[in-house]
């Protein structure tokens, strides 16, 4: 009766969840490594093993998502504009799709790494995944930031966060163009194929350190309001 | 005159019976949602919050609650179109408890919000309006009473949201907010000591003290209620000292510590809200009982009446065994959904609640605890202080209002008929 006037006014927070959703992206983007390691060294069970743990935890975020989602009626009243959570969801899920169509791809057609840039690749998809994790540094912060009332301090805090993911993602970067003309190098004695293919792994690695850069800077855009 | 001769016994154990049934239901679900913020947020315990609330509802209740008490007896009716029919005055407002009673019976196994302050409102002006004539309704005062339902969650939510900002700037926005929560708590913990001392001196001694013509002035009030407040603060500073800085909380959760400072202010103004709430609702079953009880024992209606203090204490004692015994069970459940009102917040929205009711509890307007409760708690959100805050609720406040009033109307009417042709 009575009763229920004052639990019915508290809504769940989406803020755990969402957290929690930015977590299981990084596990699975963190997966990445151990994929290009298997995929230089030429296992393909091992890759395959990986690839299968990377769908699983993609499969996991996308029914966090959901969750969440379903969990969002319109007539919860947050300090976060609704919108631009549902925005930050969908950018933080982007980051694991990714994942999954880079190592989707290169094990449908076992594509090997050349000896003289696979200790490249592997640095660049790790400075990539680091990205990713200072993504969700920034994410964490979104709790404090609710505790503090948004507070000038706590939000400092983020903006020093997001500029740390800025450098990092600026590193990342610099990586793709040092990869690329490595590759460019020797690209005259590959199959024109596999440099093509190659060339768009590349890409996409880029595009996943892209995404998650975008979605660690939706926080600005949510303390902006 | 001669019905009350004939049936004043039965009347007046049916007045008690009924009274202390309300009282009983104000208790088992009205305590519970004034004080199931404050377990919901984890700064008191369930056995403890049944403590603060039976010392303090009680407290409330016989210090501070005869202002609205009288005006649910004899404010709401103009007593002069009663003049030559009291048994009229007694069958309704017999007819209007056992009217709240069932409407809050039927609404709580439904699920609907309701008020109890609401069913008792309604039913009191549904009886005098239809049943007697629509002159013995006090207009004037009635519609003050319903503008405050609508001023009193907004008074609330301005006050809850001028202290979240306050704390926001003194504390959790600071370089050090653990030292400056220590620093500037007793100054909140000081308003609570403050504010219930003043209403109990201003309300309260009038009739416990009223034989022995003992009698302050303002200043005299002022200082002393400064006073109390003062000693509050030092208790609360002393509780302080011993909270530890957790120094395994790491970086990532800076507002733990901070939080459990807070619980401690949380304490008080639970109790704060218990006071508030048991200065105001008890009046919703002591009312309409003591006025049936005032007109059978003098046979007439004399809108000079004293009430009394007996009735006061049968109300508050219902209230508080509702509590104990069905209370505490909602109160548990409240207090385990509410888990997203962290203390800095709770602290707040209580202590904007609670100066709110006492302060209508001072001027004798009925309101809703709960209902300003929920003013208040959005007034915290509106602070950008809480993560999810449901907005439907407002839509169910209104519903409430919508359908309370006339159901508690409807009801009362109905029973009036009944023991009017039973008794005459």
């Known amino acids: ?225 | 005159m001669d019905i009350l001769n004939e049936y004043g016994q039965i009347l007046l154990i049916l007045a008690i019976i009924f009274g202390v049934f309300m009282a009983w239901g104000v208790g088992a679900n009205d305590v519970a949602n004034a004080m199931g913020t404050s377990v919901g947020s984890g700064a008191i315990t369930l056995r403890q919050a049944v403590l603060i609330a039976m010392v303090f509802e009680f407290a409330g209740a016989y210090l501070a609650g005869g202002e609205v008490t009288a005006t649910i007896r004899k404010g709401i009716i103009d007593p002069l179109a009663l003049q030559g029919t009291p048994e009229y005055l007694v069958f309704g407002m017999l007819a209007a408890l056992l009217a709240a009673g069932t409407w809050l019976l039927i609404a709580s196994m439904v699920g609907w919000p309701v008020s109890t302050t609401h069913s008792i409102v309604g039913a009191i002006v549904g009886f005098a309006a239809v049943a007697i004539s629509v002159d013995a309704v006090n207009w004037g005062k009635v519609s003050t009473i319903v503008a405050s339902w609508v001023v009193s969650p907004l008074l609330a939510g301005t006050i809850s949201y001028l202290l979240f900002k306050s704390v926001q700037r003194l504390i959790l926005d600071t370089a050090t907010p653990f030292e400056n929560a220590k620093r500037y708590i007793p100054i909140y913990m000081f308003m609570v000591g403050f504010m219930i001392t003043m209403v109990t001196l201003i309300k309260g001694l009038k009739h416990v003290f009223k034989d022995a013509s003992f009698k302050l002035s303002y200043p005299e009030m002022f200082v002393i209620a400064a006073v109390v407040g003062v000693l509050v603060a030092i208790l609360g500073a002393y509780l302080m000292s011993r909270v530890k800085l957790n120094d395994s909380a790491n970086d990532d959760d800076r507002f733990a510590n901070v939080e459990k400072v807070f619980a401690i202010l949380m304490v008080f103004t639970a109790c704060a809200m218990a006071f508030a709430h048991g200065s105001n609702d008890v009046a919703n079953a002591v009312g309409p009982m003591a006025a049936a009880i005032a007109t059978i024992k003098s046979g007439a209606i004399t809108a000079k009446s004293t009430m009394p203090s007996w009735i006061l204490l049968a109300g508050g004692i219902g209230i508080v065994v509702g509590l104990a015994t069905f209370g505490y069970k909602v109160m548990a459940t409240i207090g385990k959904k509410i888990t997203e009102l962290t203390p800095s917040r709770g602290f707040a929205a209580e202590l904007g609640a609670s100066c709110t009711v006492v302060l209508a509890s001072g001027i004798g307007l009925p309101i809703s605890t709960t209902h300003t409760l929920v003013g208040a708690v959005l007034g915290v959100g509106l602070a950008r202080g809480i993560a999810a805050l449901n907005l439907r609720m407002v839509g169910n406040i209104f519903t409430s209002w919508v359908i309370t009033l006339p159901a508690g109307a409807i009801l009362s009417i109905i029973f009036f008929y009944v023991f009017k042709a039973i008794f005459s």
């Open chain 1, 1 to 225: 009766m009575a009763s229920s006037t004052i639990i019915s006014l508290f809504g769940q927070s989406p803020i755990k969840p969402l957290q929690n959703h930015m977590h299981t992206v990084f596990e699975c983007t963190e997966q990445l490594n151990d994929f290009f390691v298997a995929v230089c060294a030429e296992d393909w069970p091992a890759a395959e093993a990986v690839y299968n743990k990377i769908a699983e935890l993609e499969s996991a975020a996308d029914d966090q998502k959901q969750d969440i989602r379903l969990h969002l009626p319109k007539s919860l009243f947050m300090p976060i504009n609704r919108s631009d959570l549902i925005h930050l969801l969908s950018k933080q899920d982007k980051i694991c799709n990714k994942a999954k169509d880079i190592a989707g791809v290169i094990l449908g057609r076992e594509q090997t790494v050349p000896k003289k840039i696979a200790a490249d690749l592997k640095a660049y998809i790790k400075s990539a995944v680091a990205v990713v994790l200072e993504a969700r540094v920034v994410i964490d912060e979104l709790d404090e930031l609710i505790g503090s009332g948004f507070g000038g301090r706590e939000i400092d805090r983020i903006n020093k966060c997001i500029i740390k993911l800025d450098k990092a993602e600026n590193k990342n970067d610099k990586r793709q163009i040092a990869l690329r003309s490595k590759l460019h190098a020797i690209e005259a004695d590959l199959p024109p194929v596999d440099v093509m293919f190659l060339y768009k792994t590349i890409e996409a690695i880029g595009h996943l350190a892209d995404r998650a850069q975008s979605a660690g800077e939706q926080i600005q855009i949510i303390i902006a309001r």
